[in-house]
């Protein structure tokens, strides 16, 4: 199903941007599960994309949104092959001095 699921994969990501926190939450548990299940040739063009969409959610104040979209973006980043490791690793970049910050954050397992 996980494969079947990945034709919605960009309707999902629009959620991140428009959808309210639950929804939007609901879209990082949905992503976290297709991506375990997909092997990981095919996950890694998703992972590229992805991790841009994360971002934004790094910084959330929700801390459950946090801990799930930090929690996500280490899978995601873990989940790339050769070929895309590149691209992957400009849009990484771009994430670290957020996730710096947030091992001093005030939810323990935001911080962790």
């Not at 299940?37 to 996950?43: M, Q, S």
């Amino acid at each position: 199903q996980a494969r079947k699921i990945q034709v919605l994969l960009p309707h999902i990501t629009e959620v991140l941007h428009d959808g309210n926190r639950g929804i939007k939450m609901k879209a990082l548990v949905v992503f976290r599960n297709v991506m375990h299940h997909l092997k990981r040739k095919e996950a890694s063009p998703i992972a590229v994309q992805l991790v841009e969409e994360l971002l934004p959610l790094l910084d959330d104040e929700s801390s459950q949104m946090r801990e799930l979209s930090i929690s996500l973006f280490r899978d995601v980043v873990a989940t790339v092959v050769r070929k895309d490791k590149r691209r992957m690793k400009k849009k990484v970049r771009r994430g670290l001095l957020p996730l710096f910050f947030h091992m001093h954050d005030e939810t323990d397992s935001v911080a962790k």
